[in-house]
C-alpha cells in the first residue's frame, strides 16, 4: 500500500499539475480540458484517490478545509495523507505511536526546490500535526522567499475529520460556486518539469478585467518565484517549461487560460470583487 502511494504521488506531481483553469472549462464551458493540463487542487487529491484505488483497491477519505481538499488514508497504526497541491515529495505518514502528548508531528521534503542569494539549497516544506484528541490535522505549506531571505507560509489548512465529501467530485451545483469564489483571483497552470524537478507557472490575473481580456496580461513565475511580464525573455522561458512539461504548444496553454478566463467574466456574479494578483517576486 505504502509503495503505491509513493508511486501514484512521485507520478502525478508531475503529469497532473495544478490548473485553476480545467474546471472553468469543464463546469462553464465544453468539457475538461485533457489530463495531461491537470486540475484544480481538488481535483488533484481527487486523481491521487483515484490512481491509489486502481492499483491498490483502498479508497481515501477526503477531507476538506473551505476550496482544499486532502485524500487520506488511516489504519490501526496511524494516517497518511496525499495532497499534490502542497507538492510533498514522499506521502505524508504519521505513526501514533510517535505522538508527545496527543500530537504527531511530521516535517516533510517538498517543492520548489530553492536557493539562497549564497547559492545553499532553500527547499520547500509541509508541516503536519495530528492530534489524537479530535483526530484533526494541520497542515502548513512552506517555502523560501528569496526576496525575504528566510522561509514563509504559503498556505496552511485544517482538516477535520467531520469535514468530508461524500462523492469525489462533488456534485456541478456544489462545484460551480466555488470556481467563482472571490478568492480565485487568477487562473494559472504551475507545473514540476518531469526531467529538472524545477517549478514554472503561467498565471492570468483576473482582476480589473473589463475589456477583452488578451494575451499581455498573462505574467509567468520561475523556480525562485521571480514574476517575469510577457514579452520578456524571463516569461518566454517559463512559458515554454510549462507548455514542454504539459506536453502541448505554448498557444495551446495561453489559449487555454485566455478561454478560462472569459468563462468565468461570463458566469461571475454582478458586483464579484476580487483582489488584485501581487506582482511581487517571492
Given at each position: 500500500?505504502?509503495?503505491?502511494?509513493?508511486?501514484?504521488?512521485?507520478?502525478?506531481?508531475?503529469?497532473?499539475?495544478?490548473?485553476?483553469?480545467?474546471?472553468?472549462?469543464?463546469?462553464?464551458?465544453?468539457?475538461?480540458?485533457?489530463s495531461?493540463?491537470?486540475g484544480?487542487?481538488a481535483w488533484?487529491s481527487?486523481?491521487?484517490?483515484?490512481g491509489?484505488?486502481?492499483?491498490?483497491?483502498?479508497?481515501?477519505?477526503?477531507?476538506?478545509?473551505?476550496?482544499?481538499?486532502?485524500?487520506?488514508?488511516?489504519?490501526?497504526d496511524?494516517?497518511?495523507?496525499?495532497?499534490?497541491y502542497?507538492?510533498?515529495?514522499l506521502?505524508?505518514r504519521?505513526e501514533?505511536?510517535?505522538a508527545?502528548?496527543?500530537?504527531?508531528?511530521?516535517?516533510a521534503?517538498?517543492y520548489?526546490?530553492?536557493a539562497?542569494?549564497d547559492?545553499?539549497?532553500?527547499?520547500?516544506s509541509?508541516?503536519?500535526?495530528?492530534r489524537l484528541?479530535?483526530?484533526?490535522?494541520?497542515?502548513?505549506?512552506?517555502?523560501?522567499?528569496?526576496?525575504?531571505?528566510h522561509?514563509?507560509?504559503?498556505r496552511?489548512?485544517l482538516?477535520?475529520?467531520?469535514?468530508?465529501?461524500?462523492?469525489?467530485?462533488?456534485?456541478?451545483?456544489?462545484?460551480?460556486?466555488q470556481l467563482?469564489?472571490?478568492?480565485q483571483?487568477?487562473?494559472?497552470?504551475?507545473v514540476?518539469?518531469?526531467?529538472t524537478?524545477?517549478l514554472?507557472?503561467?498565471?492570468?490575473?483576473?482582476?480589473?478585467?473589463?475589456?477583452?481580456?488578451?494575451?499581455?496580461?498573462?505574467i509567468?513565475?520561475?523556480?525562485?518565484?521571480?514574476?517575469?511580464?510577457?514579452?520578456?525573455?524571463?516569461?518566454?522561458?517559463?512559458?515554454?517549461?510549462?507548455?514542454?512539461?504539459?506536453?502541448?504548444?505554448v498557444?495551446?496553454?495561453?489559449g487555454?487560460?485566455?478561454?478560462?478566463?472569459?468563462?468565468?467574466?461570463?458566469?461571475?456574479p454582478?458586483?464579484?470583487?476580487?483582489?488584485?494578483?501581487?506582482?511581487?517576486?517571492e
Open positions: 500500500m505504502r509503495a503505491v502511494q509513493r508511486s501514484v504521488l512521485a507520478e502525478l506531481l508531475t503529469s497532473y499539475p495544478y490548473n485553476s483553469a480545467s474546471q472553468l472549462h469543464e463546469y462553464f464551458g465544453d468539457g475538461p480540458l485533457p495531461s493540463y491537470g484544480s487542487c488533484q481527487f486523481e491521487a484517490g483515484r491509489v484505488a486502481e492499483r491498490a483497491g483502498v479508497e481515501a477519505e477526503y477531507r476538506i478545509d473551505g476550496r482544499h481538499v486532502a485524500a487520506v488514508y488511516r489504519d490501526a496511524g494516517i497518511t495523507i496525499l495532497d499534490p502542497l507538492m510533498h515529495c506521502p505524508l504519521l501514533r505511536a510517535d508527545v502528548d496527543g500530537d504527531v508531528s511530521l516535517t521534503g517538498a520548489p526546490l530553492r539562497r542569494a547559492g545553499s539549497p532553500a527547499p520547500s509541509v508541516q503536519v500535526r495530528w484528541g479530535d483526530d484533526s490535522v494541520r497542515l502548513n505549506y512552506l517555502r523560501f522567499s528569496p526576496r525575504r531571505g522561509r514563509v507560509i504559503s496552511s489548512f482538516m477535520r475529520p467531520d469535514r468530508l465529501l461524500t462523492e469525489a467530485p462533488p456534485a456541478a451545483e456544489r462545484v460551480r460556486p467563482l469564489h472571490p478568492e483571483h487568477s487562473v494559472s497552470v504551475r514540476l518539469h518531469p526531467g524537478r524545477r514554472a507557472e503561467l498565471v492570468l490575473p483576473l482582476a480589473g478585467r473589463r475589456s477583452r481580456i488578451g494575451t499581455r496580461s498573462l509567468s513565475k520561475d523556480n525562485q518565484g521571480a514574476v517575469a511580464r510577457q514579452g520578456s525573455r524571463e516569461f518566454d522561458r517559463d512559458r515554454e517549461v510549462v507548455a514542454d512539461a504539459v506536453g502541448v504548444p498557444q495551446d496553454i495561453e487555454a487560460l485566455l478561454q478560462a478566463a472569459e468563462l468565468h467574466r461570463a458566469a461571475a454582478a458586483g464579484l470583487e476580487l483582489a488584485g494578483y501581487s506582482l511581487e517576486d
